[in-house]
């Protein structure tokens, strides 16, 4: 059974809601369109594609940076995911919130995977770049596959995600 400490632990308040103080402006914004976005392409819940899709969305300094490495135009990337995970049968914009009964078990992972890397770096904001970074190195990553299905491997994209972080850390 979790105790009272478990809870102040985790990432979720005890209602299932995203513990807000958690997130930097940019991780916040992304996660405010990866809502909107499962919306549109109509999901039930938000699932790694669309945390993608909100990083695109509203890219930060970082993001954008990892994008000019990569040598994507992000708006042309993020309209290339929207039609490869719409779903023609789902609900017209089904009711979504930043709360755990609403996200896939991927994104908590992801989401936890994401702090633990903020933590690890000395922060106790998830940033953009977490989310990110943490999206290419998760196990069986639909966005890593995705990419690596266009020729670039998990490994490079981290990288270039990486290198753009520090870069966004020294500007």
């Given at each position: 059974?979790?105790?009272?400490?478990?809870?102040?632990?985790?990432?979720?308040?005890?209602?299932?809601?995203?513990?807000?103080?958690?997130?930097?402006?940019?991780?916040?914004?992304?996660?405010?369109?990866?809502?909107?976005?499962?919306?549109?392409?109509?999901?039930?819940?938000?699932?790694?594609?669309?945390?993608?899709?909100?990083?695109?969305?509203?890219?930060?300094?970082?993001?954008?940076?990892?994008?000019?490495?990569?040598?994507?135009?992000?708006?042309?990337?993020?309209?290339?995911?929207?039609?490869?995970?719409?779903?023609?049968?789902g609900e017209a914009e089904?009711?979504?919130?930043?709360?755990?009964?609403?996200?896939?078990n991927n994104v908590i992972?992801?989401?936890?995977?994401?702090?633990?890397?903020?933590?690890?770096?000395?922060?106790?904001?998830?940033?953009?770049?977490?989310?990110?970074?943490?999206?290419?190195?998760?196990?069986?990553?639909?966005?890593?596959?995705?990419?690596?299905?266009?020729?670039?491997?998990?490994?490079?994209?981290?990288?270039?995600?990486?290198?753009?972080?520090?870069?966004?850390?020294?500007?």
């Amino acid at each position: 059974m979790a105790n009272r400490d478990d809870s102040l632990n985790d990432i979720f308040l005890p209602g299932g809601q995203l513990r807000p103080e958690l997130l930097d402006t940019g991780a916040a914004r992304a996660l405010e369109q990866a809502l909107r976005l499962a919306g549109e392409t109509r999901w039930d819940n938000v699932r790694s594609p669309h945390i993608f899709m909100g990083l695109l969305a509203q890219p930060d300094p970082g993001v954008r940076n990892w994008g000019e490495r990569l040598d994507a135009d992000l708006p042309t990337l993020l309209g290339q995911f929207q039609e490869l995970f719409e779903q023609q049968d789902g609900e017209a914009e089904p009711l979504l919130l930043l709360n755990r009964e609403f996200l896939s078990n991927n994104v908590i992972q992801l989401l936890r995977d994401a702090h633990q890397r903020a933590t690890d770096n000395g922060r106790r904001c998830i940033t953009a770049m977490d989310l990110l970074i943490s999206l290419f190195t998760a196990p069986n990553s639909t966005v890593a596959e995705c990419f690596e299905r266009a020729g670039f491997t998990a490994a490079k994209v981290t990288e270039l995600a990486v290198m753009a972080e520090q870069h966004a850390r020294r500007s």
